[in-house]
């Protein structure tokens, strides 16, 4: 028998009264565990410092730190269910892998629709883990599973939330993190050059101290990632 997979959690909620129903909700679940129960945006950083966590139940009024400028200074976000007092924060946060947003108060049946798209999302990227050191990942455009083979693909491109794959037969553009791709991908095979771009390392054509061709493309080299393409053997 398949055991269910287990994911941790973290709530960051000023409000004790809101952390409290959410607290309660999760605990119905099974495969939710909590590891952490924040009223502010620091002490969650410290949590995330030190354990794994998939999911984070974020609020968007806190102290010292608002919600999606505790997101935008973590390199590697987890998922994140957004509760929120105020409709305006969907538009910003376009910007970020938003699994949901739960306007408050926040009933359990709305509270469980988010937390199932979280799992067909977490299942999604374990998927797509698995398949990538098979040489393939599967994306899914417009509702169907794609398969690409990696050896196809140069260079990928990301702007926003929105990745591009550059390959030997087409641009494919999905709603993904470039740092998830990233997490995916062979570091044997792939190195991230840039906040926006991973490049094929078999299809680099050439480089300099500034940028690398791939596919008679230019590409530029970040600052921090300049150590990296050094040692970076083609």
């Not at 929120?84 to 538009?91: F, I, K, P, R, V």
């Not at 299942?123 to 050191?133: F, G, I, R």
Request: glycine share 2%; with cysteine; proline share 3%.
């Amino acid at each position: 028998m398949e055991t269910q997979k287990k994911y941790n959690c973290i709530i960051i909620e000023d409000e004790p009264i809101a952390a409290e129903i959410i607290e309660n909700f999760i605990l119905r679940n099974d495969d939710i565990k909590i590891i952490g129960k924040c009223a502010d945006a620091v002490h969650a950083a410290n949590i995330l410092s030190f354990n794994k966590v998939d999911l984070i139940f974020l609020d968007m009024n806190l102290p010292v730190l608002k919600g999606f400028d505790f997101l935008k200074k973590l390199n590697d976000p987890p998922f994140t269910i957004v509760t929120t007092a105020y409709q305006e924060y969907a538009l910003e946060g376009y910007d970020f892998d938003i699994v949901d947003y739960l306007m408050k108060p926040v009933s359990y049946e709305r509270f469980q629709i988010a937390l199932n798209k979280f799992r067909y999302l977490a299942e999604a990227e374990d998927a797509l883990m698995e398949a990538a050191h098979n040489d393939y990942i599967f994306l899914t455009i417009r509702k169907k599973q794609y398969k690409i083979y990696l050896e196809d693909i140069y260079y990928i491109e990301s702007f926003r939330e929105y990745i591009t794959l550059h390959t030997k037969k087409e641009s494919i553009t999905v709603k993904m993190p470039i740092s998830k791709m990233e997490n995916m991908l062979s570091a044997a095979k792939f190195i991230r050059i840039h906040k926006s771009y991973i490049v094929s390392l078999k299809k680099i054509e050439g480089f300099s101290a500034g940028e690398i061709i791939i596919n008679n493309k230019r590409l530029p080299i970040g600052r921090t990632y300049k150590n990296m393409i050094k040692e970076i053997k083609i």
